[in-house]
């Protein structure tokens, strides 16, 4: 029982400090812009993953616990990148310089497009990846739900779901298949997925730029940055204060 109680004091002590990893300003989105790392920058003591520099009693309760284990790191880590796709999809800027209504499925939308451009990246990682893809996902799939509750949904809940899944493969694949093909079909994909087919599909390819640039700087983004959740996504002033 002490072991455990100076466990969750430790835990609290890591999860307390981690804020402040993502405390950068976000860099502003220019379709002109080279694309580069999207790795989170060091906090100002130096510490990028806060956990890592532990010493003494709390590391060592921590440890007793399991937290330090390769299954706690990629939970952490597949919330973490999950946690920066919320944040990236929750900002108005992004909505509003695509002419993009913020609506539950717009959102959801946007928040299956960022997360296919991380999987894209997490299967160049072999087995490693495999794993952590489906830690990430699942972090997706519980806030999905999570989202459906809070918008009022009590009946056929089950349904709901399955849908928003069956939404995500198909705009997975549509993504894939565009890419694969080339020429205009990203920006097709996106007109159908994201702006439900309505008005001209070349509304979209601010869109598309937007997608392009984020999938070049996941590219140059290091693995372990992506496996601990240091990323950042490139977006806009508005994003923060």
Request: glycine content about 8%.
């Amino acid at each position: 029982r002490t072991t455990t109680a100076a466990t969750t004091t430790a835990t609290r002590c890591v999860q307390t400090s981690s804020l402040a990893r993502f405390a950068a300003p976000v860099r502003a989105f220019s379709p002109n812009a080279k694309p580069r790392s999207l790795e989170t920058a060091a906090t100002k003591d130096g510490n990028v993953v806060p956990e890592r520099s532990l010493t003494g009693w709390r590391r060592v309760a921590l440890t007793l616990g399991g937290y330090f284990s390769p299954e706690s790191r990629r939970v952490r880590g597949g919330e973490r990148l999950y946690e920066e796709v919320t944040r990236a999809t929750a900002i108005d800027a992004l909505y509003d310089a695509h002419a993009v209504e913020k609506t539950f499925a717009s959102r959801h939308a946007m928040m299956c497009l960022h997360v296919w451009m991380c999987l894209g990246r997490l299967r160049k990682e072999g087995e490693g990846g495999k794993a952590f893809s489906q830690t990430f996902y699942d972090a997706f799939q519980d806030d999905v739900e999570r989202r459906v509750h809070d918008e009022g949904v009590r009946v056929r809940v089950r349904k709901w779901l399955q849908d928003l899944e069956r939404t995500f493969y198909g705009n997975a694949v549509s993504y894939d298949k565009a890419l694969e093909l080339g020429g205009g079909e990203l920006v097709k994909a996106l007109h159908r997925n994201v702006y439900d087919g309505d008005g001209d599909v070349d509304r979209a390819k601010g869109l598309e730029r937007y997608v392009r640039h984020q999938l070049a700087s996941l590219a140059l983004t290091p693995t372990e940055a992506l496996f601990d959740g240091r990323v950042r996504f490139v977006g806009f002033d508005e994003q923060e204060e």
